[in-house]
């Protein structure tokens, strides 16, 4: 890389991050108390489980763990989409994922932008969740077409950060002052504005539809609507909240507590509501409840197998709800997934045996010196030649991203855009394919193997 003389895209995509998090604690102070706790729970979790600790400098995540975060946004339009994945592919990050939203009531569907190789990924495993709106699924004629010609009639993108992302294209690269000015140009269509783009009664029309319709529509580009720290111990910050005056949302989505974490887990705090000025309203404040914080806990990437399994059981916990909204119960909820994941196995090895998870094998310091000497990869991990460990799971869940979403617009699950999954025009509109995820986590996995069977030979 040095040969190039361009910045690494890890390196802009880490200083985009820390950027981001600063203007957003400068936003929100509220997100800078939740860092603050998190940071507090992360170490004295350390403290207490030295393995753990372990665990983490083996797969890399210790030393990224304070610069982990995963950030959202909403856009409007193709076009804008299609921008979004050329300036963060500046920063190495690409589309993973297809998520449909459409059938949790949201009329959304996004992808998650990130670096998709483990030595990149330690570096900064910086992901946005990138949702766009679909309007085709709003069924009122003449407020679709309000909303699309306001949306033609907006630029997200500062003209110099355009510049700089055809830069990069037609380079191959940014150098390093070119790199600090794309950061703080990209930064800028990110960045909250309290100047709505609409009338008072626009935004009513816009919100009426729904509250996202309006957050996308009303405003000057897609603000981040909010940052998530990475906590060790999800549980022990939702009970810590409280006191630091963060209300919490009463379910934390996705698999249960467990002594192996798997996929992600997840909670948020409600969004806020903040003062913004309508075109018609001479400054005087109307409001708009956008922004929220959230903290997240990761596990074990699963295989196909392993996932299917999760669908499965997840499905089995909220079908015994019979139809009450898990945040309406969530003590029954918790028992009834906690009673469904009895069926999932618990520890590493059985994951492993199993096939439901994906696993980073690395030599032993014993397995070093004594070489491989023939043996297969069971023995060798029998042995102590070979260690394994589960690799994280950097994506997101569409059902936990739905209650996500649920908790922060600020309703309860609806379901009148029934079940709209549409792959094919979502990656139209982004002008490329997405990633699928499981093919990045076998190569992950493929990787390490090789890199054992070259040092024990
Ligand atoms: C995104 C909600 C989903 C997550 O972590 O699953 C999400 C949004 O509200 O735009 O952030
Ligand atoms: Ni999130």
Same mark, same amino acid.
């Given at each position: 890389?040095?040969?190039?003389?361009?910045?690494?895209?890890?390196?802009?995509?880490?200083?985009?991050?820390?950027?981001?998090?600063?203007?957003?604690?400068?936003?929100?102070?509220?997100?800078?108390?939740?860092?603050?706790?998190?940071?507090?729970?992360?170490?004295?979790?350390?403290?207490?489980?030295?393995?753990?600790?372990?665990?983490?400098?083996?797969?890399?995540?210790?030393?990224?763990?304070?610069?982990?975060?995963?950030?959202?946004?909403?856009?409007?339009?193709?076009?804008?989409?299609?921008?979004?994945?050329?300036?963060?592919?500046?920063?190495?990050?690409?589309?993973?994922?297809?998520?449909?939203?459409?059938?949790?009531?949201?009329?959304?569907?996004?992808?998650?932008?990130?670096?998709?190789?483990?030595?990149?990924?330690?570096?900064?495993?910086?992901?946005?969740?990138?949702?766009?709106?679909?309007?085709?699924?709003?069924?009122?004629?003449?407020?679709?077409?309000?909303?699309?010609?306001?949306?033609?009639?907006?630029?997200?993108?500062?003209?110099?950060?355009?510049?700089?992302?055809?830069?990069?294209?037609?380079?191959?690269?940014?150098?390093?002052?070119?790199?600090?000015?794309?950061?703080?140009?990209?930064?800028?269509?990110?960045?909250?504005?309290?100047?709505?783009?609409?009338?008072?009664?626009?935004?009513?029309?816009?919100?009426?539809?729904?509250?996202?319709?309006?957050?996308?529509?009303?405003?000057?580009?897609?603000?981040?609507?909010?940052?998530?720290?990475?906590?060790?111990?999800?549980?022990?910050?939702?009970?810590?909240?409280?006191?630091?005056?963060?209300?919490?949302?009463?379910?934390?989505?996705?698999?249960?507590?467990?002594?192996?974490?798997?996929?992600?887990?997840?909670?948020?705090?409600?969004?806020?509501?903040?003062?913004?000025?309508?075109?018609?309203?001479?400054?005087?404040?109307?409001?708009?409840?956008?922004?929220?914080?959230?903290?997240?806990?990761? =596990?074990? /990437?699963?295989?196909?197998? +392993? $996932?299917? %399994?999760?669908?499965? #059981?997840? @499905?089995? &916990?909220?079908?015994?709800?019979?139809?009450?909204?898990?945040?309406?119960?969530?003590?029954?909820?918790?028992?009834?997934?906690?009673?469904?994941?009895?069926?999932?196995?618990?520890?590493?090895?059985?994951?492993?045996?199993?096939?439901?998870?994906?696993?980073?094998?690395?030599?032993?310091?014993? =397995?070093? /010196?004594?070489?491989?000497? +023939? $043996?297969? %990869?069971?023995?060798? #991990?029998? @042995?102590? &030649?070979?260690?394994?460990?589960?690799?994280?799971?950097?994506?997101?869940?569409?059902?936990?991203?739905?209650?996500?979403?649920?908790?922060?617009?600020?309703?309860?699950?609806?379901?009148?855009?029934?079940?709209?999954?549409?792959?094919?025009?979502?990656?139209?509109?982004?002008?490329?394919?997405?990633?699928?995820?499981?093919?990045?986590?076998?190569?992950?996995?493929?990787?390490? #193997?090789?890199?054992?069977?070259?040092?024990?030979?």
């Amino acid at each position: 890389m040095p040969t190039t003389g361009f910045a690494s895209p890890d390196d802009i995509r880490a200083s985009f991050s820390r950027a981001m998090s600063a203007m957003y604690r400068a936003e929100v102070p509220l997100y800078g108390d939740l860092l603050a706790l998190v940071a507090d729970v992360n170490q004295g979790t350390l403290a207490a489980r030295p393995a753990l600790a372990d665990a983490l400098r083996l797969g890399g995540d210790l030393e990224r763990l304070d610069e982990e975060r995963h950030g959202a946004i909403r856009v409007g339009t193709a076009e804008e989409l299609a921008t979004l994945a050329r300036l963060f592919a500046v920063m190495g990050m690409q589309p993973v994922g297809y998520y449909d939203l459409s059938s949790a009531g949201v009329p959304v569907h996004s992808t998650a932008f990130r670096a998709v190789h483990e030595d990149s990924l330690r570096i900064s495993p910086f992901r946005v969740f990138t949702s766009l709106l679909r309007l085709e699924l709003i069924d009122d004629a003449p407020l679709r077409e309000m909303a699309a010609d306001l949306l033609a009639k907006r630029q997200i993108f500062t003209a110099k950060a355009l510049a700089l992302i055809e830069q990069h294209e037609v380079q191959g690269g940014l150098t390093p002052p070119e790199a600090d000015s794309f950061v703080a140009e990209a930064l800028e269509t990110f960045r909250w504005h309290r100047q709505a783009t609409v009338t008072q009664a626009q935004y009513q029309l816009l919100h009426d539809q729904h509250r996202l319709i309006a957050d996308v529509v009303a405003f000057k580009g897609p603000h981040i609507n909010h940052l998530t720290p990475r906590t060790l111990d999800i549980d022990h910050v939702q009970q810590q909240m409280p006191a630091r005056g963060i209300t919490p949302k009463a379910v934390v989505e996705g698999p249960p507590q467990r002594k192996q974490p798997i996929l992600l887990r997840q909670t948020s705090f409600k969004a806020l509501e903040e003062a913004v000025a309508f075109t018609d309203s001479q400054g005087a404040a109307g409001s708009h409840t956008a922004r929220f914080g959230e903290i997240e806990q990761r =596990g074990a /990437a699963l295989t196909p197998a +392993g $996932r299917a %399994l999760y669908d499965q #059981l997840l @499905e089995r &916990a909220r079908t015994g709800l019979g139809g009450v909204p898990a945040e309406r119960d969530p003590q029954r909820y918790t028992a009834l997934l906690e009673e469904a994941f009895r069926d999932f196995p618990d520890d590493a090895q059985a994951l492993r045996e199993q096939g439901l998870a994906w696993f980073r094998y690395a030599p032993t310091a014993k =397995g070093l /010196a004594e070489g491989s000497r +023939g $043996r297969d %990869l069971t023995t060798l #991990l029998a @042995e102590g &030649a070979v260690q394994c460990e589960p690799v994280i799971y950097e994506d997101f869940l569409p059902v936990s991203a739905a209650g996500i979403f649920q908790s922060n617009l600020g309703g309860e699950a609806r379901s009148e855009y029934g079940s709209n999954a549409n792959r094919a025009q979502f990656e139209q509109a982004l002008g490329r394919p997405v990633i699928d995820e499981m093919a990045l986590y076998e190569q992950t996995q493929l990787r390490s #193997l090789q890199a054992c069977e070259a040092q024990l030979g």
